[in-house]
């Protein structure tokens, strides 16, 4: 029987040493009914993370609990209502879809739910019979999304779930997870290096980098406050000092605002300012520059 608790995950004081990789006091939480797209470059921590949340990866410290059970203590119990897709996972070549399908649900025979995992053969154009090794590295996602969501999991933690996946095939994915999370008790957990999905997808975008949380927050938040603001007249010296500027040439002025409103115009217009033009930054741009401004104030080099 699943834990009562309201949060699905919690981590708090998490640390993990590699010889070229150190994640420190790391905390996150994910409550009931709601979806968290992580994004971060290339050995930032996510699939870290992810992996120590499942008992794959042991913590050097802190406390990390999902679904109400300590890991790693309790990681046996957890994986039974929990489910866990990686690009890097493999199935048996030379069996069938359906031989995957057959062992998973006897293993899971408390919560496979055969009818929806024919939906989803049918949603994803898998052919039951066609064995593993036939497959594109496509069809072998959708396989192993299908093994994973047909168990019905209370949380669906995936890596990178839409690699070797087409236009069409993530679109597919998300919009089976939207139907997945229609019971608000349940959640989903996901890395992603396509933005478009993250933001398609989640309720809460994690940005993470060099083994850090950058911030987390709604993803109407970060779309509402971040603005490319063009400014004429005043002096640069007198700009506000948690504005990025991006290029300044001919008496204008591009920063990048990350809390954009009416106060910031009126703060900038006292200044000697002038807002000529604003435009959104989209989820892609809202990382890039996130990434940017704290390397630029620990001094890394742009």
């Known amino acids: 029987m699943v834990a009562d608790s309201d949060v699905l995950v919690s981590m708090r004081g998490v640390c993990k040493h590699y010889p070229l990789f150190t994640m420190d006091n790391f905390n996150l939480t994910l409550p009931r009914g709601q979806v968290l797209g992580m994004v971060g470059p290339n050995g930032a921590g996510k699939s870290t993370l992810l992996k120590m949340m499942m008992g794959l990866v042991s913590a050097d410290a802190g406390e990390i609990a999902v679904l109400?059970?300590?890991?790693?203590?309790?990681?046996?119990?957890?994986?039974?209502?929990?489910?866990?897709?990686?690009?890097?996972?493999?199935?048996?070549?030379?069996?069938?879809?359906?031989?995957?399908?057959?062992?998973?649900?006897?293993?899971?025979?408390?919560?496979?739910?055969?009818?929806?995992?024919?939906?989803?053969?049918?949603?994803?154009?898998?052919?039951?019979?066609?064995?593993?090794?036939?497959?594109?590295?496509?069809?072998?996602?959708?396989?192993?999304?299908?093994?994973?969501?047909?168990?019905?999991?209370?949380?669906?933690?995936?890596?990178?779930?839409?690699?070797?996946l087409d236009p069409v095939a993530r679109h597919e994915l998300t919009s089976e997870l939207f139907e997945l999370m229609l019971n608000e008790d349940n959640g989903v957990i996901f890395s992603s290096q396509f933005t478009q999905d993250v933001e398609r997808l989640s309720d809460n975008i994690a940005f993470i980098d060099n083994g850090e949380m950058i911030s987390c927050l709604d993803k109407e938040t970060y779309l509402d406050q971040w603005r490319r603001i063009q400014l004429t007249g005043g002096d640069r010296a007198q700009l506000p000092g948690d504005l990025y500027v991006t290029a300044s040439a001919g008496g204008r002025v591009t920063a990048i605002d990350h809390a954009f409103s009416a106060k910031r115009t009126a703060q900038l217009s006292e200044a000697g300012f002038e807002v000529v033009q604003t435009q959104p930054l989209t989820l892609e741009e809202i990382f890039i520059q996130q990434v940017l401004m704290r390397r630029q104030a620990r001094g890394v080099q742009r």
């Open 68 to 164: 109400g059970y300590k890991v790693p203590e309790q990681e046996v119990v957890l994986k039974h209502y929990a489910a866990y897709v990686s690009e890097d996972m493999r199935l048996f070549a030379d069996y069938s879809i359906r031989w995957h399908m057959e062992l998973v649900a006897q293993c899971f025979t408390s919560t496979w739910d055969a009818s929806y995992a024919k939906h989803i053969l049918h949603k994803f154009e898998l052919n039951p019979e066609q064995k593993i090794g036939h497959l594109s590295l496509g069809q072998r996602v959708k396989a192993t999304l299908l093994l994973a969501m047909a168990r019905r999991p209370k949380l669906l933690v995936l890596d990178e779930p839409s690699t070797g």
